[in-house]
């Protein structure tokens, strides 16, 4: 069976960091991983921190860690739109910590509504340098 293609875009407010053919995307969508395939129903969801896996139409496989953000997803392609993104093999612990310490930045005076959705946010950046950063 030949896998059919479509396009994928993963855009972040910096640079458009992957714009080609793929057979497969999974996205980290808030209501758990989703794998977008070509004829999708059309879809709009948003996206928590975690990795997107992208199978590109010469079969390799690219990773990249988001940080949130949201996907438009129609029959012939995916846009991935994330507040901000970088490629797997550039995510250290370094990046993720300083990601992390903003968050808690903020959660100084934040409202109570405002402080559950940040510390939700820690824990998901936590849970996402125990996925990507090797110990």
């Known amino acids: 069976m ?4 479509f ?5 972040s407010p910096e640079r458009l960091l992957l714009s ?11 209501e758990g991983e ?11 969801t948003t996206i928590k921190p975690g990795v997107v896996s992208v199978k590109t139409a010469d079969g390799k496989t690219e990773r990249f860690v988001v940080f949130g953000g949201f996907a438009d997803i129609l029959p012939t392609g ?4 994330a507040e901000s993104a970088i490629h797997v093999d550039e995510l250290d612990r370094t990046v993720l910590e300083n990601r992390i310490d903003a968050v808690r930045a903020e ?6 509504e405002k402080k559950t959705r940040l510390e939700q946010f820690v824990a998901e950046l936590t849970k996402l340098g125990e996925i990507v950063i090797p110990a």
């Open 78 to 81: 995916c846009t991935l739109l």
């Open 34 to 44: 989703m794998t977008v395939m070509a004829n999708h129903a059309p879809t709009m």
């Open 107 to 112: 959660l100084e005076g934040a409202g109570d």
């Open 7 to 11: 396009n994928f875009e993963l855009v």
């Open 2 to 5: 030949v896998m059919a293609d």
């Open 20 to 30: 080609e053919k793929v057979t497969e995307v999974v996205i980290p969508a808030t």
